[in-house]
């Protein structure tokens, strides 16, 4: 009898990690549906350096630095990342995790599908996207029992699409004027870049380093929820590790921090372990 109970509930089990699997895929499915569907064709498919015309020093040098001349502008991005998650806040507690990432450059979009694995035998799925102009982010146990859902808001949506932008190291012809980005000159080292969609502007500050690499980007009030209530924060990503990938020069390691009055808070470090670039005029290429 007691051997009939384990293997019932080892199936019992099995049905319900199942179970919660078809779930959770079935609504990331869904988003990444809604993301192909908002898709935009660009007008211009090619990068040409002649045209980078009255753009701020530091952003000339960049691009000089990350793209050759003639590179295919990239259209939809997949990537796998490995890396660890500060579940603990301003007190560190780092768990690992595994995600997949989707992004359409036009009109801009992502789709984030993580695991997380908070304990032994326990795993908690994460998505968070921008999605034709809307911010999504759910965290369920074994895709299951929600722990975070937070409601589809102008500041969630404010805080993705400033994630979208901040990411676009990885996707850099994304960047440029011709994708509607506007660059205006701070210093030597410094530059600071808007993209607007849906009527919404966001700013960041873009940091480069001697090589012309982008090292870091920087806002002064992307929202961060605190105790349900969203609060503008100092935010910042760094990012690291620069390698050749089809062409473009991107980083394959970054952090991303709140920067708090008592000193920088990170809660996500992480490295691409797979990108794959679909360009406007060329198929899926693997690196």
Not at 65 to 76: I, M, N, T
Not at 78 to 103: A, L, M, Y
Request: one cysteine or more; charged letters at 20%; proline letters at 6%.
């Amino acid at each position: 009898m007691a051997m009939v109970v384990c293997v019932g509930a080892v199936f019992f089990m099995l049905g319900l990690l199942l179970y919660g699997y078809y779930a959770w895929m079935k609504r990331v499915n869904a988003l990444r549906s809604r993301l192909q569907r908002a898709h935009v064709q660009a007008s211009v498919i090619n990068y040409d350096e002649g045209d980078l015309g009255d753009l701020p020093d530091p952003v000339k040098r960049y691009f000089s630095a990350v793209l050759r001349d003639g590179q295919p502008l990239v259209s939809h991005v997949n990537i796998t990342h490995s890396g660890t998650f500060n579940t603990g806040g301003e007190k560190d507690r780092w768990v690992p995790f595994r995600s997949k990432q989707c992004v359409v450059t036009r009109r801009p979009g992502f789709v984030w599908d993580a695991r997380v694995r908070i304990a032994p035998g326990m795993v908690v799925s994460v998505y968070d996207a921008y999605v034709a102009g809307k911010g999504a982010l759910s965290a369920k146990i074994l895709g299951l029992v929600s722990v975070m859902e937070q409601p589809s808001t102008p500041e969630l949506a404010q805080g993705e699409l400033m994630r979208f932008f901040a990411e676009c190291t990885w996707y850099p012809t994304a960047l440029l004027p011709s994708q509607g980005v506007r660059w205006e000159p701070i210093n030597a080292s410094q530059a600071r870049a808007a993209i607007t969609d849906e009527g919404r502007e966001v700013v960041l500050v873009f940091t480069f380093d001697k090589q012309g690499l982008m090292a870091s980007v920087y806002s002064d009030g992307r929202y961060r929820d605190i105790d349900g209530e969203q609060v503008a924060t100092p935010w910042e990503g760094r990012f690291w590790n620069y390698q050749w990938r089809h062409g473009m020069m991107v980083p394959l390691e970054g952090e991303v921090s709140w920067l708090l009055p008592e000193g920088p808070c990170p809660y996500w470090r992480g490295r691409i372990q797979k990108i794959e670039y679909v360009f406007h005029s060329h198929p899926v290429v693997h690196r």
